[in-house]
């Protein structure tokens, strides 16, 4: 091998190694974990930060624009909907293909989404339709993870972070991909969207917040099915 030709291997070679270790610590890896990822950098921001009971019996909420278009521009994100309280900020997401490893080994996946490539939603029964109250759905749908302890905790650090820059008066962040969840979320921001309160839905709220959280054995309903339910017979 000429000396140039060395030269010019020893150049890739170093280059390869600099791009991915770019890439390891951006945000379009969250799996790494290399000494020095700017995205481990410091305390851990997100979840409980205390023992102190209560931590979930919020007294308001409201649904924030700013932060949940924030979040949704994360590299991973699909969409973010994020719910300030006088206490905590509480974040659904979905994920996509846009980062690799924003879920933990080992996670059962949850979507299909082959029937997208047949023109069908529920590519079990062929059915064309779904529940445009739910964001979140087993078909053609972009990705959830039941336990959020099966988020990477770099995707975790990583919204946390954001949501501390802008909302830095929060006590803790709590951070969620799971189903349900986001399905709850997105029914009050559909409250929040039609100018109405979120009041009436506070022990709603802290009742989901409680069972995401804080293992709390019970889930409320769905706010369509509440609403259904509180409806007046005909």
């Known amino acids: ?31 790494s974990q290399n000494k020095g990822d700017p995205k481990m950098l410091g305390s851990r921001m997100y979840g409980s930060m205390s ?24 590299n991973g994100v699909a969409g973010a909907l994020v719910m300030l309280t006088d206490k905590n900020a509480y974040v659904g997401i979905t994920t996509d293909w846009t980062a690799t ?7 059962k996946r949850e979507q299909d989404n082959t029937g997208s490539t047949e023109g069908v939603y529920n590519n079990d029964t062929g059915s064309p339709y779904w529940n445009n109250q739910r964001i979140a759905t087993p078909y ?12 990477s905790g770099e995707l975790k650090q990583t919204i946390a972070i954001h949501i501390r820059k802008l909302a ?29 309160s979120l009041k009436p839905w506070l022990a709603s709220f802290n009742q989901l917040v409680k069972h ?15 609403q259904g339910r509180a409806a007046p017979k005909k």
């Open 140 to 151: 053609n749908s972009y990705f959830t993870v039941n336990d959020h302890n099966q988020l």
């Open 51 to 74: 023992s102190m009971p209560g931590q979930h019996d919020n007294a308001w909420f409201e649904y924030s624009s700013l932060l949940s278009n924030d979040v949704s521009n994360i």
């Open 168 to 196: 830095p008066e929060v006590q803790e962040v709590h951070i969620s991909a799971n189903k349900e969840f986001n399905n709850h979320l997105v029914q009050y921001a559909q409250e929040a969207w039609a100018g109405r």
């Open 101 to 107: 490893h924003t879920h933990r080994a080992g996670g």
């Open 1 to 31: 091998m000429t000396l140039l030709a060395a030269a010019a291997l020893c150049l890739a070679v170093i280059g390869g190694c600099n791009y991915q270790r770019y890439v390891q610590n951006s945000t379009y890896d969250y799996g």
């Open 212 to 226: 995401q959280f804080a293992g709390g054995n019970d889930v409320p309903a769905p706010l369509d099915v509440q």
